[in-house]
């Protein structure tokens, strides 16, 4: 990795610290497991007799809400939803075992990132979601540390699990670029002061990603924003 410290000329024309640290997302960025959780939670919410709207799942995804906002809209009580809650999340477990969820070319980016930065995983997902995801794949061994979402207090948008990750990296947000797929995980990047570049993810494409620093379709890409930079 070329640690040396330094500047570079961004897009926009700013000078910019050179990256030497990357805060990955998980979920729609190294698997894709997006679908499924909203699958999962459609499910479950159709046992009640509530149909999830996708269009508003993702807008309320965007301010850190999901599922469970549309099952309050539509009358169904607390203790029913803690109930179809545990439901969704048996039925996610199901989908992370048997349903094909490697996104094509994450290792081979990561291992010519691994040249050039030091890098992380911070996630919303929960630690038994994430160890199922992680039991037989080999993305782990890339990173400096995971946080899940036992490992912070408030979660996305909220800065929070950003700032830990800087705080865990011994970074600061100049040299970091933390890579996302969802607005709630950009909002949670931008309210950090930390540059954020959105890889495309075909669930979370409809959501507004205009303040992102950059807009890429594989993670390969990254490589090249590095590079121009080192």
Not at 117 to 131: G, L, N, P, Q, Y
Not at 219 to 227: D, K, N
């Amino acid at each position: 990795m070329n640690s040396s410290a330094g500047t570079a000329q961004g897009f926009d024309g700013r000078t910019k610290a050179l990256k030497r640290y990357i805060l990955f997302d998980h979920d729609g960025v190294l698997v894709d497991t997006e679908f499924w959780y909203f699958t999962a939670g459609e499910r479950a919410l159709a046992e009640v007799g509530v149909t999830l709207d996708k269009d508003r799942y993702l807008r309320d995804m965007g301010q850190g809400l999901g599922t469970w906002e549309q099952a309050r809209a539509a009358g169904v009580d607390e203790r029913t939803i803690e109930r179809q809650r545990a439901v969704r999340d048996e039925y996610y477990q199901e989908y992370l075992r048997t349903e094909a969820i490697e996104i094509e070319g994450v290792l081979e980016a990561l291992a010519e990132l691994s040249q050039y930065v030091r890098m992380a995983i911070v996630t919303s997902a929960k630690r038994r979601d994430f160890d199922l995801i992680h039991e037989r794949r080999r993305i782990r061994p890339f990173m400096d540390f995971v946080l899940v979402r036992e490992d912070y207090g408030l979660g996305k948008p909220h800065p929070e699990p950003y700032l830990t990750g800087l705080v865990r990296l011994g970074a600061t947000r100049e040299e970091t670029l933390v890579v996302e797929d969802s607005a709630r995980g950009l909002n949670s990047a931008v309210a950090a002061g930390i540059d954020c570049a959105v890889v495309h993810n075909e669930f979370t494409a409809s959501q507004d990603f205009s303040r992102a620093v950059h807009r890429i379709g594989a993670l390969s890409e990254l490589t090249e924003i590095v590079r121009r930079a080192s």
